[in-house]
């Protein structure tokens, strides 16, 4: 193999190593489910609220919740205790996430931040299918 040959085939898998290798698209093992994955839907936690307050999925997503401002006391809790976040949002940016399967397939879930939603009614929802029902009043 000339040189010219070697420096082209080390560059490109230099390229490919650097990409994540080829076809498999997706994000590295440090990040599973980059910015713009259509399989994660994000809901940012503001002050008190969640945007948006109510998302509509279909089985197998993901919804992420993000710390988008600085108070560690939110919570992402569903009603009846599908999940729980607990105080996972130590820092701006911290997150909690759930995949919603095939078996919450026409199930909403109801949740609310355990330390703001009677105080300042910090509600929100997950449908997962548009067949699901929609959420209870203020979620």
């Not at 999925?57 to 205790?81: A, C, M, N, Y």
């Not at 300042?120 to 997950?126: F, L, T």
């Not at 449908?127 to 209870?136: F, I, K, L, T």
Request: hydrophobic share 30%; with cysteine.
């Amino acid at each position: 193999m000339s040189r010219r040959a070697l420096v082209i085939a080390l560059t490109a898998g230099a390229i490919l190593a650097a990409c994540g290798g080829g076809g498999g698209g997706g994000g590295g093992p440090t990040d599973p489910n980059p910015p713009g994955d259509p399989a994660v839907v994000t809901v940012q936690l503001d002050e008190f609220s969640y945007d948006p307050q109510s998302v509509t999925i279909d089985p197998g997503q993901t919804v992420r919740w993000v710390l988008g401002g600085s108070d560690p006391t939110h919570t992402v809790t569903e009603i009846d205790g599908a999940f729980d976040s607990g105080f996972a949002f130590a820092t701006p940016g911290a997150a909690f996430q759930r995949t919603f399967t095939e078996a919450d397939r026409n199930k909403t879930f109801n949740y609310a931040c355990a330390t703001h939603s009677d105080c300042c009614d910090m509600k929100g929802s997950v449908r997962v299918g548009d067949s699901a029902p929609p959420p209870n009043p203020g979620y």
